[in-house]
C-alpha cells in the first residue's frame, strides 16, 4: 500500500518567517494530496488539497507544490502567526478512492 | 451547516471488552470513513462505508467492524478489546466516493485499561 513520509518531524520558526514542510510518497498512482492541521485536541481540519494535474496551489498564506517525477510535495506556509502552530499531516490517495494515507505529522511551532 | 460529528467523547473499557462508537457525516455526504489515531502518529485507515456497504478496508483485524445507516451515519465497533486498541478514533465524511475531500469530526478518544 501507499506509503507516506515526513520531513522534518519538528520545525520551530520565528513569527512572520516562512515554513516549509515535505512529504514523499511511495505509490507512483497516487494522485490526490491534501494536507490537514490538526491543534492540540481538534480534529483534522483540511487546509489545502491538490490533485496530480497540478504543480502548484495557493490559497492566501498557504501553498502546495508536486513534483510528481520525484514523488514528493510540499506545504508552504508564509507570514507564520502564533496561530499557525500545530500538526500538519500530509496524506495521499488515489483520486476517487477516499482512502488516505498518512504521514505521520510535522509539528510547527511558531515562536513570537 | 452541521458539521461531523462524534459520540461519545471519551470512554474507558478494560480488555476483553467490546465498544460501539457513532458517528453522523456532515450535512449532504453520503460516505463515512473511520480512521485510528494512535498518539503521536498519523490516522490509519480502518474502514469506509458507502450505500451502507463497507466499501475499502484497511489492515485491521475482524474485531473491527463496523454498519452503515439509511440516514448515512456509522457505527464502529471493536470487539475483544486490547491495549492496543487505546487511541483517538476519527470519523471523516466524503460526498460519494468518487470526491476525495474529506472532513474529519472530534473524535471519540478510547482508553483500554
Known amino acids: 500500500g501507499e506509503n507516506v513520509e515526513q520531513h522534518p518531524s519538528t520545525l520551530s520558526v520565528q513569527e512572520g518567517d516562512s515554513a516549509v514542510i515535505k512529504c514523499t510518497y511511495s505509490d507512483s498512482a497516487s494522485n490526490y494530496f491534501p494536507w490537514y492541521k490538526q491543534e492540540l485536541g481538534k480534529r483534522p481540519q483540511l487546509i489545502i488539497d491538490i490533485r496530480s494535474n497540478v504543480g502548484e496551489k495557493k490559497d492566501q498564506r498557504i501553498a502546495v507544490t508536486l513534483n510528481k517525477t520525484a514523488k514528493h510535495f510540499s506545504l508552504h506556509i508564509t507570514e507564520t502567526q502564533p496561530e499557525d502552530s500545530a500538526v500538519y499531516f500530509c496524506?495521499?490517495?488515489?483520486?476517487?478512492?477516499?482512502?488516505?494515507?498518512f504521514g505521520k505529522g510535522n509539528q510547527v511551532v511558531v515562536i513570537p | 451547516d452541521a458539521g461531523v460529528t462524534q459520540s461519545p467523547t471519551h470512554l474507558i473499557k478494560t480488555r476483553g471488552q467490546q465498544v460501539t462508537l457513532r458517528c453522523s457525516p456532515k450535512s449532504g455526504h453520503d460516505t463515512v470513513s473511520w480512521y485510528q489515531q494512535a498518539l503521536g502518529q498519523g490516522p490509519q485507515f480502518i474502514f469506509q462505508?458507502?450505500?451502507?456497504?463497507?466499501?475499502q478496508r484497511g489492515n485491521f483485524p475482524d474485531r473491527f467492524s463496523g454498519h452503515q445507516f439509511p440516514n448515512y451515519s456509522s457505527e464502529l465497533n471493536v470487539n475483544a478489546l486490547l491495549l492496543g486498541d487505546s487511541a483517538l478514533y476519527l470519523c471523516?465524511?466524503?460526498?460519494?466516493?468518487?470526491?476525495?475531500?474529506?472532513?474529519f469530526g472530534p473524535g471519540t478518544r478510547l482508553t483500554v485499561l
Open positions: 471523516a465524511s466524503s460526498y460519494g466516493t468518487f470526491y476525495n475531500e474529506q472532513f
Open positions: 496524506a495521499a490517495s488515489l483520486y476517487g478512492n477516499n482512502r488516505l494515507a
Open positions: 462505508y458507502y450505500e451502507e456497504e463497507e466499501r
